[in-house]
C-alpha cells in the first residue's frame, strides 16, 4: 500500500475531478456533479444546485496546482487550504469506512470538503516525499493528471483513451520501421 485507504481515495477524486474539467468536460450539469459525488463516495451535504456545482467548478485550477506543486512549495499550499476552511481533523468511522480522518464537518459545503479532503492527503505526499506519483500525461495532446499508485511506478497515462491511442502510435511507427 502506498498510501492510507483515505489519502489514496482522496488524491484519486482530485484527479478525477480536475480531469473532468477538461478537455473534453464531463462534469457540466448539477446532474454529472451528483454522478461524481456518487462515484467518489462522497459523504455529507449535497445541495444538487448550480451554486454548489459553480463552486466545485472553481476548484479545479487550485487542486491542479497543489497536486503538481513541489514538495517544498506544497506546505504553503495546504496550510492556506486547511487555515481557510478552519480545518480540524478528527477520526471517524462510517458506513462500510473504517477509521479515517475527516478536518470538516460533514455539513460543510462540498467544493470545501474536496479541497480540505485534498490538502489532507498532500500531507502524506509530501511527508513520504511521493510527489513523483503525480504528474500530468505524457500523451503530448493531453494535459491531464496522473495519479501513479502502482508498485513500480510505471503509470503514464492519464485514461485507457490516452494509453490505447500512445500504444496504436507506437506500434504504427514500429511497422513503418520494419518496412
Known amino acids: ?3 492510507a485507504h483515505d489519502t489514496t481515495v482522496a488524491l484519486q477524486s482530485a484527479v478525477a475531478l480536475v480531469n473532468a474539467v477538461g478537455p473534453p468536460s464531463t462534469i457540466t450539469s448539477v446532474t454529472d456533479l451528483d454522478a461524481f459525488y456518487r462515484e467518489q463516495g ?3 451535504r449535497h445541495e444538487r444546485t448550480t451554486a454548489e456545482l459553480d463552486d466545485v467548478l472553481g476548484l479545479p485550477r487550485r487542486l491542479r496546482a497543489l497536486l503538481l506543486a ?6 504553503a499550499l495546504v496550510n492556506d487550504a486547511l487555515a481557510e476552511a478552519d480545518a480540524v481533523p478528527r477520526l471517524v468511522r462510517h458506513d462500510a469506512e473504517d477509521w479515517h480522518v ?18 489532507m492527503a498532500m500531507i502524506d505526499v509530501v511527508r ?8 500530468t500525461c505524457a500523451d503530448d495532446t493531453c494535459d491531464g493528471l496522473v495519479l501513479d499508485l502502482s508498485r513500480n511506478r510505471s503509470r503514464r497515462y492519464c485514461s485507457t483513451t490516452c494509453t490505447n491511442r500512445n500504444a496504436q502510435a507506437a506500434l504504427r511507427a514500429r511497422r513503418a520501421a520494419e518496412d
Open 128 to 135: 513520504a516525499d511521493a510527489h513523483d506519483r503525480i504528474g
Open 1 to 3: 500500500m502506498v498510501f
Open 70 to 75: 513541489a514538495r517544498d512549495d506544497a506546505p
Open 42 to 44: 462522497y459523504t455529507g
Open 102 to 119: 475527516h478536518a470538516v464537518p460533514d455539513h460543510a459545503p462540498l467544493a470545501t470538503r474536496i479541497l480540505v479532503e485534498t490538502a
